[in-house]
């Protein structure tokens, strides 16, 4: 390590290089001179070759042009004759010669000894960093999340991080050296000669894989291999980059799971769609059709006999067909009751006043002869199917007319109570007979009557419209009342968002 | 009656011999009744339309009016006008769908193979017959039937 040291503080200070030249001219004068005493003539040109040498070698060309003259002046004055004088003869020329020579080869041979001492140092110190690097990098490659392992083609496992540590539950020195697939008992998700074949072919290889830890768990992983190749191409280990997804494997599967059961439960509503389709289909069409005929012959037998038998006859004649009716009325509202249920509802901003109005004229002629005091407040917007919120307000304003038919002087009030902020609440209230808080849960059922039916008609069919269609919706319905003080009906809707509402 | 030799002939197809009583019982009101012909099933109505099987003989009159059931036997109504509205020569018979229900698929069915009426016959019979009387009077003597239907 010294040898560079010198080098380079020759080569960076000329001072120091040129006065080597001095020095070692100088020194070698000062051997050669007493030498010389001793009748040892010829020790002066060797003397001066290595001065100029020692030179050359370490000082470079400059220096050892300086030597050669400092070493020829020298040479010329103390030993070549005559003696002490500064004369140039042609005698002195072959000396001179072999100075120029051995000084330019010396220099020569120190150029390249340079160069390569050069190329070995920057060779060296390339090595130190790229050392220096890959250190620094296999100490990354243990920050990171990922479980990274690389295993040779003998799937023999030669590097461990930290993450395959914590995911696997090996240290690296338990797995390094151990076969891999043998440790972790993969399950590779194709043929092993497949994966195999694929990651010579490209290079690359990434699937699903299941494993198993050092605590006997199972987990998933989605791994990725790398092949590394040598400078001949030849496949000389693997990298392995795996992460853990079992538990995201297990919500997939779960997702599946819950899908197929509900793609299952879709297909069983269909099909029991289908069949109440079916159902009202023939509701429809084979019950009225007998229904027809009892009351179509009743009909008929009545003109017949109805001026030859008594009034009993008559009554019970009256009575089949007034039953008849019922029944018919019954068929068509449990029809349209199930239709509700079936029909898409096509949504658009239905204004309520507008519905109220059309209502009232559907009801006109239930309140003829009626004594009724209507008091209709400002309504809203409303936003739904039209036809059926008009359904809804035909049901509700007929059952407070009905309700009322007792009443002198009847009251029927209709308006938008306060909601909230994200529901409308609009109620019909009347000053009818009311009903008794107790059974209010029974109002909306379907055939469900908190009165007698020769006392007040109906099929008790309507007030389940009315839910039905609310709840389409996805609103609410809800009653008040007080026996023989009035009943008020409420239903809610949200509001919609955004530009869909313009109230 | 003047009217009375004006009158146009009526098939009724329909299956149930309830309903062929009481739509007869209704039409009697015009006396409309003697001018139908009544056809128990598809197969029988497409027979006497074409004048083949049993109505090989008849004359080859086209009705002034079917009236016609959608549920029959054999053929169903949809089917027999189908047949009817694809025949050069019988589409041009007014063809009214007299049925018991409403059911909305069956309404778009008819009128897109081209029915000229669809009426759902009321359970009460007064508005049974009103509607009857009203179907007979409107096809067989008020509208003036196509070329080639009988008229007396």
């Known amino acids: 390590m010294t040898q560079p040291k010198l080098h380079l503080q020759f080569a960076h200070s000329s001072v120091l290089r040129y006065g080597l030249a001095v020095v070692s001219v100088a020194m070698a004068l000062a051997i050669a001179l007493p030498v010389q005493h001793y009748k040892f003539r010829e020790v002066g040109l060797p003397l001066f070759l290595f001065a100029v040498a020692v030179t050359a070698w370490y000082a470079g060309v400059g220096p050892a042009a300086l030597s050669i003259v400092l070493s020829s002046l020298c040479f010329d004055y103390f030993f070549a004759p005559p003696l002490y004088s500064l004369s140039f003869t042609l005698a002195d020329v072959p000396a001179l010669l072999i100075l120029l020579t051995f000084a330019a080869l010396i220099t020569r041979f120190s150029t390249v000894r340079h160069r390569v001492e050069g190329e070995l140092r920057q060779a060296r110190d390339d090595l130190q960093i790229e050392v220096a690097e890959r250190t620094q990098q296999a100490s990354l490659l243990n920050l990171t999340h990922d479980s990274i392992f690389v295993r040779d083609m003998d799937f023999v496992i030669t590097f461990w991080n930290l993450g395959a540590q914590e995911l696997y539950g090996w240290a690296a020195e338990d797995a390094i050296g151990k076969h891999s697939n043998q440790l972790l ?268 039916s020769d006392a007040f008609e109906g099929t008790g069919i309507g007030l389940a419209t009315v839910q039905r269609i609310i709840h389409r919706h996805g609103g609410k319905v809800w009653a008040e009342g007080v026996v023989d003080s009035g009943a008020t009906f409420y239903f809610s809707a949200p509001k919609p968002q955004g530009h869909l509402w313009r109230a | 009656m003047e009217s009375m030799n004006r009158l146009g002939r009526i098939l009724m197809v329909e299956d149930d011999p309830k309903d062929v009583e009481l739509t007869l019982t209704a039409l009697e009101e015009y006396n409309l009744a003697n001018e139908v012909v009544v056809a128990r099933d598809g197969e029988k109505a497409l027979d006497y339309l074409y004048c083949r099987g049993e109505y090989k003989t008849r004359s080859s009159d086209n009705p002034a009016v079917i009236l016609l059931d959608l549920k029959l036997p054999k ?78």
């Open chain 1, 185 to 452: 008992q993969t399950v590779f998700p194709a043929p092993l000669e497949e994966v195999q074949a694929e990651l010579l072919r490209t290079g690359r290889w990434a699937g699903e894989l299941k494993r198993t830890t050092a605590q006997g768990a199972t987990v998933v992983v989605a791994a990725r291999y790398a092949l590394r190749r040598d400078e001949q191409a030849r496949p000389v280990a693997i990298l392995e980059t795996s992460n853990d997804i079992t538990e995201r494997k297990r919500r997939e599967e779960e997702i599946q799971g819950l899908n197929q059961e509900l793609a299952e439960r879709s297909t069983q509503l269909e099909s029991i769609n289908k069949e109440l389709e079916a159902f009202a289909y023939s509701v429809s069409h084979d019950l009225r059709a007998p229904l027809r005929h009892i009351a179509g012959f009743t009909e008929l037998l009545h003109k017949k006999v109805s001026s030859v038998v008594d009034e009993k006859s008559n009554r019970y004649i009256a009575m089949i067909l007034d039953s008849a009716k019922r029944m018919g009325n019954l068929i068509d509202d449990l029809l349209a009751f199930s239709r509700i249920g079936r029909a898409e509802t096509q949504k658009t901003a239905v204004s309520l006043a507008q519905l109220v109005r059309e209502a009232l004229a559907d009801v006109r002629q239930d309140t003829e002869g009626r004594n009724i005091a209507w008091k209709i407040g400002a309504l809203p917007e409303f936003y739904g199917d039209r036809s059926m919120l008009r359904l809804v307000l035909v049901n509700l304003i007929s059952n407070a007319i009905k309700f009322t038919r007792t009443r002198p002087q009847a009251e029927i009030e209709i308006g938008c109570a306060d909601g909230n902020k994200d529901n409308l609440v609009v109620f019909v209230r009347d000053n009818g007979v009311g009903f008794d808080m107790k059974y209010v849960n029974k109002l909306f059922g379907v055939f469900q009557r908190l009165h007698e």
């Open chain 2, 75 to 152: 053929v169903d109504g949809l089917e027999v006008l189908k047949e009817i509205k694809s025949n050069g020569k019988l589409r041009i018979i007014p063809v009214v769908v007299l049925t018991s229900s409403k059911e909305e698929k069956d309404m778009v069915a008819s009128y897109k193979l081209g029915v000229n009426a669809y009426v759902v016959k009321p359970v009460d019979f007064h508005d049974f017959v009103n509607a009857i009387k009203e179907l007979g009077a409107f096809w067989a003597i008020i509208n003036e039937p196509p070329p080639g239907s009988v008229r007396k």
